[in-house]
């Protein structure tokens, strides 16, 4: 069973940064794949970002490929993501997933094991 809570999010001007952060706790946090997923309102829940349980693997959706970087420290069982040049279409509640350790190709793929309550970001223009 793993527990995922996330933390960061909140109000930024356009062009801003926020780092967002997603603790895990329970066994063997080591072993899954962690993702960010976004979801506006009214709309589906997005994937954004991907790191392989190692941490050397990362996969980005085009959208906001350049500005954004995930990154993990299993010692403390925490996933990062840093937002660079945020734009008002970043404006959603973002969640941390976590996936048993998965070929690359499932990574954009629902579902996932375990989900975050999700931290609101919100940009504005």
């Known amino acids: 069973q793993v527990q995922l809570v996330e933390s960061g999010g909140g109000l930024v001007q356009a062009g801003g940064s926020l780092r967002l952060s997603c603790a895990a706790s329970?066994?063997?946090?080591?072993?899954?794949?962690m993702a960010w997923f976004r979801q506006a309102p009214g709309k589906e829940r997005d994937y954004v970002a991907a790191?392989?349980?190692?941490?050397?693997?990362?996969d980005y959706a085009d959208s906001i490929k350049g500005r954004f970087t995930i990154s993990r420290d299993n010692a403390k069982n925490t996933v990062f993501l840093q937002m660079n040049s945020l734009k008002p279409e970043d404006t959603a509640v973002y969640f941390c997933?976590?996936?048993?350790?998965?070929?690359?190709?499932?990574?954009?793929?629902?579902?996932?094991?375990?989900w975050g309550q999700g931290t609101q970001v919100a940009v504005s223009a």
């Open positions: 997933g976590a996936k048993r350790s998965t070929n690359r190709s499932r990574w954009r793929v629902l579902p996932y094991d375990y």
């Open positions: 329970g066994r063997f946090f080591s072993i899954y794949d």
């Open positions: 790191i392989s349980w190692t941490g050397t693997i990362t």
